[in-house]
Nanobody, 116 residues
Framework: QVQLVESGGGWVQPGGSLRLSCAAS????????MSWYRQAPGKEREWVTT????????NYANSVKGRFTISRDNDKNMAYLQMTSLKPEDTAVYYC?????????WGQGTQVTVSS
């Protein structure tokens, strides 16, 4: 079955960096675009970034552009989110997502907390 497992979250001070990972299984990873979303307490889940299946195309929400970088390794079935210059407003649960023929699949999320 399709499985997405995020890792790499944690606590970091403002201005710090974190790298999130998403391990994918159960589908042909190299055939699908991958996205990261986040959900802050009391807010709706929001789109953060998407990478094309080959990795040649990326898009970012304005709020993270220039600070976050999405990447993937199709040989390892992994997607990554490198986050730099983190701000308190980046605090959220971060999810990876893929849209398959059967619909959207989500991971369980990883918590990122940015505070001093």
């Amino acid at each position: 079955q399709v499985q997405l497992v995020e890792s790499g979250g944690g606590w970091v001070q403002p201005g710090g960096s974190l790298r999130l990972s998403c391990a994918a299984s159960g589908f042909t990873f190299r055939d699908y675009a991958m996205s990261w979303y986040r959900q802050a307490p009391g807010k709706e889940r929001e789109w953060v970034t998407t990478i094309s299946n080959t990795g040649s195309g990326t898009n970012y929400a304005n709020s993270v552009k220039g600070r976050f970088t999405i990447s993937r390794d199709n040989d390892k079935n992994m997607a990554y989110l490198q986050m730099t210059s983190l701000k308190p407003e980046d605090t959220a649960v971060y999810y990876c997502r893929v849209i398959l023929w059967s619909g959207a699949a989500w991971g369980q999320g990883t918590q990122v907390t940015v505070s001093s």
